[in-house]
């Protein structure tokens, strides 16, 4: 694969974008057309985007602006103090979909994005692994259980 394209698809499917595009696919699906309004899904979207997308990318922006913080996070170590922020930001969303009464399966979704992150957290103590394919993989299942 070229690196070019490489680079796109890892910059399009990146684990803070990727919860938004599962429930932009979800929405699209037509499975909820009848279910929700249109202000309804936009609404939900833009929880999901600003808890698992703007804030995680806020916080590592504000922790580049530290010297001794690499924005590339090559080593598993300097992962954790995002996953920690970003498993915060999650539970926010969660809680924030839990206050309005829609469908069940949405915060199933959002409890099961934070569990994700706690065990990704985890595993950086130990372990470097992608993020990338656990944040592809949560959505995947959850078509999949669907």
Known sequence: MPVKLAKFVSIIFHPVLVPALGFLLLFTSGFYDSMLTTDAKRFILLVIFFSTATLPMLAVAILALNSKFDILMPNNRDRIIPL???????????????????????????????????????????????????????????????
């Open 84 to 146: 920690l922020f970003t498993s915060v930001f999650y539970y926010i969303g969660f809680i924030l979909l839990s206050k309005i009464h829609f469908i069940p399966m949405f915060k199933l979704y959002m409890i099961a994005s934070v569990l994700l992150i706690v065990a990704l957290l985890l595993i950086s103590f130990k372990w470097n692994i992608s993020i990338h394919m656990a944040a592809i993989g949560a959505v995947t299942a959850t078509f999949f259980a669907l």
